[in-house]
């Protein structure tokens, strides 16, 4: 019942930053809390950031606290995360993810996006 699509992905070298993009459509009203998530080679899935919808609450992996920062704006359904002094650590796919499960920190999320690739080069 909602629809997620990444933007903004591509190849940045080591030190830079980029800023990914989440575009949701679909039942959004139903919307509690959004997040990111990144899938390195070989790796599993791990969490990368989250943001409550109302009050726009966050939470972030030890990772990329200080480096990264999540976002929404709330007019255009859409959630961001804005990665400054990016690592060849961070090369991965990124994904949007979203919950209609009310608590925080999510531990649960309901739809994802199809990914975004991001590649730092060193």
């Known amino acids: 019942q909602v629809q997620l699509v990444e933007s903004g992905g591509g190849l940045v070298q080591a030190g830079g930053s980029l800023r990914l993009s989440c575009a949701a459509s679909?039942?959004?009203?139903?919307?509690?809390?959004m997040g990111w998530f990144r899938q390195a080679p070989g790796k599993e899935r791990e969490y990368v950031a989250t943001i409550r919808w109302s009050d726009r609450s966050t939470n972030y992996a030890n990772s990329v606290k200080g480096r990264f920062t999540i976002s929404r704006d709330s007019a255009k359904n859409t959630v961001y995360l804005q990665m400054n002094s990016l690592k060849s650590e961070d090369t991965a796919v990124y994904y949007c993810a979203g919950t209609t499960t009310r608590s925080f920190p999510p531990v649960e999320y309901g739809y994802w996006g199809q990914g975004t690739q991001v590649t730092v080069s060193s």
């Open positions: 679909g039942r959004t009203f139903s919307n509690y809390a």
